[in-house]
């Protein structure tokens, strides 16, 4: 089974920096669609970005677009999210998704999480 972990999370003041990595280990990320997702406290968990397998292919929600840039290097088994001009509302919880999609099913694999935090 896939397993993924998350990183790089932490406490930035309005207008910071961070980068997110989303680790594999045991299969390859090759196969994967992998996607960025958030969940703040009494709020519902939301997608922030995804990445086609290849990397050829990206998207992000509206409140990030021009802030974040979601990448990947499968030489190394890591996604990442550079995020960047932090706001308040970017703190979360943030998850790294890995799903494959077969003609037999959808396999979705998610990490434990890491935690943003932005002060105002």
């Known amino acids: 089974q896939l397993q993924l972990a998350e990183s790089g999370g932490g406490l930035v003041h309005t207008g910071g920096s961070l980068r997110l990595s989303c680790a594999a280990s045991r299969y390859t990320l090759d196969y994967y669609d992998i996607g960025w997702f958030r969940q703040a406290p009494g709020k519902e968990r939301e997608g922030v970005s995804c990445?086609?397998?290849?990397?050829?292919?990206?998207n992000y929600a509206d409140s990030v677009k021009g802030r974040f840039t979601i990448s990947r290097d499968n030489a190394k088994n890591t996604v990442y999210l550079q995020m960047n001009s932090l706001k308040p509302e970017d703190t979360a919880v943030y998850y790294c998704n890995a799903r494959v999609t077969t003609i037999l099913k959808v396999n979705d694999y998610w990490g434990q999480g890491t935690q943003v935090t932005v002060s105002s």
């Open positions: 990445i086609s397998r290849s990397g050829g292919s990206t």
